[in-house]
């Protein structure tokens, strides 16, 4: 499957079973995430359908350091010169390519089994240096800048990504959009990474891009408000 526009300036990059976005800027190409060993070229191939070429993406952002999101990296870093983004507590794992802190499976059935099929703390990926360690709270002056928020639990060394001018935030592996918006596979924390879904949920933004499942173009901060909203764990508790 080919690369596809999701908002002015951004493209989801299809790698398999994970997504990375490619945003297009003033100051150059950026990537958030990078799949999946082996998923290099599909970036190439996103980037040269825009008419550019590999050594315009400047920056590669990673959400947090899982295998699905680092996999490809130390590839593409080699093609492109890419600089690195990533919070401080992922950064060991990144830089010794494994292993991986240990996750349990999201409450539900169907979750511990993706848990136990796609995850895999022993894991081994191509070790990625890591240029510029990420810190909660800061505007990234790329791409005309991306708001920096820590959101631990899926992982401790998560961030989401607001991007300012489209509005658009990342989230990584906070929630999926897999057969609707809802958990990911598993937690290093659960109470921590319910606190994180929460924290989204009192932002305002447009658009919304998973690591796992289809973007939302339109009125995403409405249904991340519905699902995990104040009033609706109110609501919840009281039931
Ligand atoms: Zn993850
Ligand atoms: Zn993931």
Request: with cysteine.
């Amino acid at each position: 499957m080919g690369a596809q526009h999701v908002i002015e300036g951004v493209q989801i990059v299809p790698m398999g079973m994970s997504n990375a976005f490619l945003l297009e800027g003033d100051d150059g190409l950026t990537l958030i995430d990078a799949g999946y060993p082996g998923k290099a070229a599909a970036v190439f191939r996103t980037i040269r359908g825009l008419g550019g070429s590999p050594d315009q993406l400047k920056h590669l952002i990673f959400t947090h350091g899982h295998p699905d999101h680092i996999g490809s990296a130390a590839a593409i870093v080699r093609e492109t010169g890419a600089r690195t983004y990533m919070h401080p507590l992922d950064i060991p794992m990144a830089e010794s390519g494994g292993p991986f802190r240990p996750m349990r499976g999201a409450p539900g059935l169907l979750r511990q089994m993706m848990c136990k099929l796609f995850f895999h703390p022993e894991e081994r990926t191509e070790p990625v240096a890591i240029d510029q360690p990420l810190t909660p709270g800061e505007i990234l002056p790329i791409a005309g800048g991306f708001e920096v928020i820590h959101t631990p639990g899926h992982c401790a060394g998560q961030v989401a990504l607001l991007w300012r001018p489209g509005r658009m935030l990342f989230v990584g592996d906070v929630c999926m959009n897999v057969m609707g918006l809802g958990d990911p596979v598993g937690f290093e924390n659960l109470n921590d990474g319910r606190a994180s879904q929460r924290k989204l949920a009192s932002l305002s933004f447009e658009a919304a891009g998973f690591g796992h499942g289809a973007p939302i173009v339109r009125g995403a901060s409405t249904r991340f408000r519905n699902k995990w909203g104040a009033n609706e764990v109110r609501k919840k508790s009281a039931a």
